[in-house]
C-alpha cells in the first residue's frame, strides 16, 4: 500500500489515455480445453485463459522514490486497490443457469514499469 499512496492513486477512478481519452483494455482469451458439449440443451463447459492489460498513466512514479527500480511487481492482494475493467460482453448469450458459471482458479500479475 505504500507505494499507492506516494502516488496519491485512487482505484474508483478510470484512467485516462494520455489524450484525456477512456484507456484502452487489450482482451484476450485462448480456449484451451473443451470439456463437455451437449446437443441436445446447447451446454458446454470450457477451460480457458483470458487476460486483461491497459496502461494506467496514473501509476507513473518517480525512480528515485523507489531504488531506481524500473518495474515493480505488486502482490495479489493489491488488487482490490487497484482500478481495474468491468468488461462486460454485449452480445453474450445469457446462460440457463448462471451459478453454475465459475472461475475455479484465478491468478492475478500486476505489473508497474517506469
Known amino acids: ?3 499507492l499512496r506516494k502516488i496519491k ?5 478510470c484512467p485516462d489515455d494520455d489524450n484525456g481519452g477512456p484507456v484502452s483494455v487489450n482482451v484476450s482469451i ?9 446437443e441436445v440443451t446447447m451446454d458446454y ?22 531504488k531506481n ?7 495479489e492482494s ?3 486497490f487497484l482500478w481495474h475493467p468491468d468488461t462486460f460482453v454485449p ?12 472461475i475455479t482458479h484465478r491468478s492475478l500479475l500486476r505489473f508497474v514499469y517506469h
Open 1 to 3: 500500500m505504500g507505494f
Open 9 to 13: 492513486y485512487d482505484h474508483r477512478q
Open 30 to 38: 485462448v480456449v484451451s480445453n473443451v470439456r463437455s458439449v451437449s
Open 45 to 66: 463447459s470450457i477451460e480457458m485463459f483470458y487476460r486483461e492489460a491497459w496502461l494506467d498513466p496514473r501509476l507513473k512514479y518517480s525512480k528515485a522514490k523507489f
Open 69 to 75: 527500480k524500473t518495474e515493480i511487481s505488486l502482490h
Open 78 to 80: 493489491y488488487s482490490n
Open 91 to 102: 452480445n453474450a448469450i445469457a446462460s440457463k443457469n448462471p451459478r453454475k458459471q465459475s
